[in-house]
Structures are given as structure tokens and as C-alpha cells.
């Protein structure tokens, strides 16, 4: 059998960690504030601001939950993420995906101050981290997935990497993360006009899959050995549950389990890790900001 990457054990040890900063912060006077913004009512974009917000309480930071009318305007959303950036308790903001349509995103993350933008989607914050410049913030989900690795204990240094999906969020962090000097691993970057996928993820020592497709990568991508992170959250109906369906990855598990030497499941994988990067870019931000 292989290793299970329990992603929620390794979020606690993050959150451990984090504790230590923030009792020192506090003790400096300092409690690191967390603001997430929700425009309408999306069932699952509401799901991630309370467990977001729970899990900020958990910690003792600070935290402010805006929720906004789906009928918010462009110019109060704006508004709202201004008073954000001017106001000193709050050192992270973040405005959860997706918003609704009459909101332009990318100008909404260009109207952050990027030293409060913890998602690390403002374009000064894609530039650092393509500078390898440290002071950055790097997104959520692929910074959880270079932890899991590291807690994997493989020699990264050198490894041949499949990153499946070029997403901003996700798969273009995380090719950019994976390849700098001091991680050094071989990144190659598929997506849905490559050819060969099985062929090219066969080659690889790490499988990263996020492209939203429920059980894309089976058996025969995987080389015996190689450590598969899955970040595909995807609904898939199932009678048998009470709610009618159930959330699966985009790695058919079983069979994959088979033949990888260390895999995440899903849920318990990846998931856990997102919030918990969440919670360490905002002490990051609160550090930055206070100049400590
Ligand atoms: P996205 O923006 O829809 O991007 C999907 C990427 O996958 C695109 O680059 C697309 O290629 C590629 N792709 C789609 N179908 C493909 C196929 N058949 N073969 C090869 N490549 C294909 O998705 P995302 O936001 O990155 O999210 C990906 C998955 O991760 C989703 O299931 C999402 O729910 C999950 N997710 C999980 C977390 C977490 O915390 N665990 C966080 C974020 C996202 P093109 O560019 O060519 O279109």
C-alpha cells in the first residue's frame, strides 16, 4: 500500500508552527487580521468563508467576514476593498471566487494592496513570485502542495514533475514554485491541448493534477513509486448519499493507490492544506506590514 499524505495531520503541524508566530506577534501587541469578502450567496463560496473565518477564530486572529448583496456594484465592491486596504487591524484580504458577473475580478485583485493580498493574485504578487522574490505572496493551494511534498520527504531537488493544469490559481504557481533555485525539481506543464498526457505523467516522479475532472488520472499514469497530489474537487453524482452526490479528485484513487508510493486522498488532502497557507500568508502579511 502507499503512503497516504494525510493533508489534515499536516495542517495541524502547520497551524502549531503558526501558533508560536502568533503568540509573539501578540506579545509585540499584534494580532494578525484576516478580512474575506462574499458577494452573493453562493453555497460553496459561503462553506469556504466560514471555515475560513472559524479557523482564523480557532487561532485568535482577527477576523472580519463581509457579506455583500449579489446585487453589489462594481464601484461599492471597490468602495469596500478600499476601506479594507486603509484600515491597520486588517493585514489580509481576500475576495472569494467566484464573484457575480456584472464584477470584474482581475480589477478587483488589481484594486488590493498587494501587501494584503494573501491569495497572492495581484499581478505584483505573480511577478515576484516568477522573480523568486520572496517577499511575495504565493497562492494557497499550490503553496499546501509543495508542504505536502516536503512532509513526503522526497528529494524534490531534480525530480521530474507533471503539473496537470496551467491555471492561475493553481497550475501556473505551481509550475513557478516548483522550479525555483533551492526546490530545483523539472517542471513540465500539461493542459487540454497536450498530446500524450498518460505518456508524459508516466515519466514523472510527482503527479500534480488540477484540472477539474473527476478521475482523469488512472493506473496507467502512474510510474511505480511516483507520489501523486490531487487537487481536483469535483461533485459526482452518488444515489447511495443523502445528499446525492459525492466530492472525488481528479485521480481515480484506487487504482492510482496501486502502483504510487505516496498519494493524497480527497477529501483530506489538499483541502486542509489551502486554508491552512491562508492562515500562514496573513501572519506573513501582519510581519510585512508591522516591518518585523
Ligand atoms: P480551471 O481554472 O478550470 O483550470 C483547469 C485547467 O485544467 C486548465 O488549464 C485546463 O486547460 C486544464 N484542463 C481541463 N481539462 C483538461 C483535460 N481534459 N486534459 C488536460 N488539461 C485539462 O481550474 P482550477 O481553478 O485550476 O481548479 C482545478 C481543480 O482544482 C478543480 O477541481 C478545483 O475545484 C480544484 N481546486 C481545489 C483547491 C483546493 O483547495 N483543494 C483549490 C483550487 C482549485 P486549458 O488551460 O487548456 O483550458
Not at 181 to 202: F, Q
Request: aromatic content about 2%.
Amino acid at each position: 500500500m502507499p503512503k497516504l499524505i494525510d493533508g489534515r495531520a499536516i495542517a495541524q503541524k502547520v497551524y502549531a508552527e503558526l501558533q508560536d508566530e502568533i503568540a509573539s506577534l501578540k506579545l509585540r501587541g499584534l494580532t494578525p487580521g484576516l478580512a474575506v469578502v462574499l458577494v452573493g450567496d453562493d453555497p460553496a463560496s459561503r462553506a469556504y468563508v466560514r471555515a475560513k473565518d472559524k479557523m482564523c477564530r480557532e487561532l485568535g486572529l482577527h477576523s472580519v467576514k463581509l457579506e455583500l448583496p449579489a446585487t453589489t456594484t462594481q464601484e461599492e465592491l471597490l468602495a469596500r476593498v478600499n476601506e479594507l486596504n486603509r484600515d491597520e487591524k486588517i493585514h489580509g484580504i481576500l475576495v472569494q471566487s467566484p464573484p457575480p458577473p456584472q464584477i470584474d475580478e482581475s480589477a478587483i485583485i488589481r484594486g488590493l494592496d498587494p501587501r494584503k493580498d494573501v491569495d497572492g493574485f495581484h499581478p505584483l504578487n505573480v511577478a515576484k513570485l516568477a522573480l523568486d522574490d520572496d517577499t511575495g505572496f504565493v497562492p494557497c493551494t499550490p503553496l499546501g502542495c509543495l508542504r505536502l511534498l516536503r512532509e513526503t520527504g522526497i528529494t524534490l531537488s531534480g525530480a521530474n514533475v507533471v503539473v496537470l493544469g496551467r491555471s492561475m490559481i493553481v497550475g501556473k504557481p505551481m509550475a513557478l514554485l516548483l522550479m525555483r533555485k533551492g526546490i530545483d525539481t523539472t517542471v513540465t506543464v500539461v493542459h487540454s491541448r497536450t498530446k500524450n498526457i498518460p505518456e508524459i505523467c508516466r515519466r514523472a516522479d510527482v503527479i500534480i493534477a488540477a484540472i477539474g475532472r473527476p478521475h482523469f488520472v488512472r493506473t496507467e499514469f502512474v510510474r511505480e513509486g511516483a507520489t501523486v497530489i490531487d487537487v481536483g474537487i469535483n461533485r459526482i453524482e452518488d444515489a447511495g448519499s443523502e445528499r446525492g452526490y459525492k466530492l472525488v479528485g481528479d485521480v481515480e484513487f484506487e487504482g492510482a493507490s496501486k502502483v504510487a508510493g505516496a498519494i493524497t486522498p480527497v477529501p483530506g488532502g489538499v483541502g486542509p492544506m489551502t486554508i491552512a497557507m491562508l492562515m500562514s500568508n496573513t501572519i506573513k502579511a501582519c510581519r510585512q506590514i508591522s516591518e518585523l
